[in-house]
């Protein structure tokens, strides 16, 4: 059985918190945030605090914050050798304060507190600053995913700019493609099939291989009719660089 401690009360924070308490081999034994509101919710679930000179004893301390408040919440700690890990894609585990043993413990996903995740299912990659805290972090990610990677900083800040794309870009598209169906009464609804036929293709082919449509095609008819089409500059000068990316990348 391995204990932790979650510190923050963000969307990762509320994900891990379910899916560790879930689990046979973890035990959550705090749940600290400076404002308690945030977590009171589960007062009679487990011991919470918003003092943080109040903190028990455990094996792991994971501090998931927002990438800004790692450093600052990690100097005010008030404890020394202790084990202390982050959830950031993005943040060096030298962030936190060398006063601890530092890691990095990064689930690679989006969350939302609205949607449900099934952590079985969701990549979490490992970084330890020595070989000897290493095995304690991969005991606590095999309690609740079979998922684990070990990563360096540099892998783990790759698969945080890629998923900005895979993720927060992707949704950026879908909001733009809602705005083009919206502005001429059709049904966004209608393409869900489409991206649930992409999301799946790409599980099983590169999406070099993948590539579809006009501009791979080089189409040129096709895309002077969709660009005469936009009305809206922004989502024009959007289809004028992706279909010069898709171009570039299929020599076109």
Same mark, same amino acid.
């Given at each position: 059985?391995?204990?932790?401690?979650?510190?923050?009360?963000?969307?990762?924070?509320?994900?891990?918190?379910?899916?560790?308490?879930?689990?046979?081999?973890?035990?959550?034994?705090?749940?600290?945030?400076?404002?308690?509101?945030?977590?009171?919710?589960?007062?009679?679930?487990?011991?919470?605090?918003?003092?943080?000179?109040?903190?028990?004893?455990?094996?792991?301390?994971? *501090?998931?914050? +927002?990438?800004? @408040?790692?450093?600052? /919440?990690?100097?005010? #700690?008030?404890? !020394?050798?202790?084990?202390? %890990?982050?959830?950031?894609?993005?943040?060096?585990?030298?962030?936190?304060?060398?006063?601890?043993?530092?890691?990095?413990?990064?689930?690679?996903?989006?969350?939302?507190?609205?949607?449900?995740?099934?952590?079985?299912?969701?990549?979490?990659?490992?970084?330890?600053?020595?070989?000897?805290?290493?095995?304690?972090?991969?005991?606590?990610?095999?309690?609740?995913?079979?998922?684990?990677?070990?990563?360096?900083?540099?892998?783990?800040?790759?698969?945080?700019?890629?998923?900005?794309?895979?993720?927060?870009?992707?949704?950026?598209?879908?909001?733009?493609?809602?705005? *083009?169906?919206? +502005?001429?009464? @059709?049904?966004?609804? /209608?393409?869900?099939? #489409?991206?649930? !036929?992409?999301?799946?293709? %790409?599980?099983?082919?590169?999406?070099?291989?993948?590539?579809?449509?006009?501009?791979?095609?080089?189409?040129?008819?096709?895309?002077?009719?969709?660009?005469?089409?936009?009305?809206?500059?922004?989502?024009?000068?959007?289809?004028?660089?992706?279909?010069?990316?898709?171009?570039?990348?299929?020599?076109?």
């Amino acid at each position: 059985m391995i204990s932790v401690v979650i510190l923050g009360a963000g969307n990762v924070a509320h994900h891990l918190y379910k899916a560790f308490s879930s689990s046979e081999n973890v035990t959550v034994k705090q749940w600290y945030n400076r404002h308690i509101d945030a977590i009171s919710s589960y007062k009679h679930d487990l011991n919470i605090t918003d003092d943080i000179s109040q903190l028990v004893e455990a094996d792991v301390y994971i *501090i998931a914050v +927002s990438d800004d @408040a790692i450093a600052k /919440l990690s100097e005010k #700690l008030p404890f !020394e050798n202790r084990f202390v %890990v982050h959830t950031s894609g993005s943040v060096s585990a030298y962030d936190i304060d060398k006063k601890n043993r530092r890691g990095v413990f990064y689930p690679l996903q989006t969350f939302s507190k609205a949607a449900d995740i099934d952590f079985s299912k969701v990549p979490v990659c490992l970084e330890t600053l020595t070989r000897k805290d290493y095995m304690p972090l991969k005991t606590l990610a095999t309690a609740i995913t079979p998922i684990t990677k070990r990563v360096n900083s540099d892998q783990r800040a790759a698969l945080h700019l890629a998923a900005v794309f895979v993720n927060n870009f992707t949704n950026q598209l879908y909001r733009v493609a809602h705005e *083009i169906t919206e +502005s001429k009464g @059709a049904e966004f609804d /209608l393409l869900k099939p #489409l991206i649930l !036929e992409t999301a799946t293709k %790409v599980q099983e082919h590169s999406p070099f291989v993948s590539q579809t449509g006009p501009a791979k095609r080089n189409d040129k008819k096709t895309i002077k009719k969709h660009l005469k089409l936009l009305e809206n500059e922004h989502h024009k000068e959007l289809y004028k660089l992706l279909t010069a990316s898709i171009q570039k990348t299929h020599g076109r």
